[in-house]
């Protein structure tokens, strides 16, 4: 959990600096009680709760032999979506996968969108481009 510590604390630095590159307005998305949420935003960066700790994957599936390295649970960036193979735990099933930096030290990974705490879940693909 250090290493995420010094990378978000880091990447902040960067962006207060301006040395971070990208749009800083806020996405926001229509939640389903009609209001409108906006996600956390720093530079290009989009930043969501997962609520497990996971593998990462070099491509958007879930096989064992695509495994990079492990997101920690808690607040992580992430860049953009695509949909890859379908994956379901946690009660949830999806086909969409986030691309972001592991914590252990793996760059442009992929991750599962079902570990996102409710608002993430449901709005990341609002909040997000498309890779």
Same mark, same amino acid.
């Given at each position: 959990? @250090?290493? %995420?510590?010094? %990378? =978000?604390?880091?990447?902040?630095?960067?962006?207060?600096?301006?040395?971070? $590159?990208? &749009?800083?307005?806020?996405?926001?998305?229509?939640?389903?009680?009609? $209001? $409108?949420?906006? *996600? @956390?935003?720093?530079?290009?960066?989009?930043?969501? &709760?997962?609520?497990?700790?996971?593998?990462?994957?070099? +491509? @958007? /599936?879930?096989?064992?032999?695509?495994?990079?390295? +492990?997101?920690? *649970?808690?607040?992580?960036?992430?860049?953009?979506?695509?949909?890859?193979?379908?994956?379901?735990?946690?009660?949830?099933?999806?086909?969409?996968?986030?691309?972001?930096? /592991?914590? $252990?030290?793996?760059? =442009? !990974?992929? !991750?599962? /969108?079902?570990?996102?705490? #409710?608002?993430?879940?449901?709005? #990341?693909?609002?909040?997000? @481009?498309?890779?």
């Amino acid at each position: 959990m @250090p290493t %995420r510590t010094l %990378r =978000n604390g880091l990447l902040a630095a960067l962006a207060a600096a301006g040395l971070l $590159t990208g &749009t800083t307005q806020a996405a926001s998305a229509q939640s389903s009680s009609g $209001t $409108t949420a906006a *996600a @956390p935003q720093s530079a290009s960066l989009v930043y969501m &709760t997962t609520i497990v700790e996971q593998w990462s994957h070099w +491509t @958007p /599936d879930w096989h064992e032999s695509s495994h990079a390295g +492990t997101l920690y *649970a808690g607040s992580s960036y992430f860049f953009c979506y695509t949909y890859g193979l379908t994956y379901s735990d946690f009660g949830r099933q999806s086909s969409v996968w986030l691309k972001t930096d /592991d914590d $252990t030290g793996h760059h =442009n !990974v992929y !991750v599962s /969108d079902v570990y996102l705490n #409710d608002e993430g879940f449901r709005n #990341d693909i609002l909040w997000l @481009p498309k890779c």
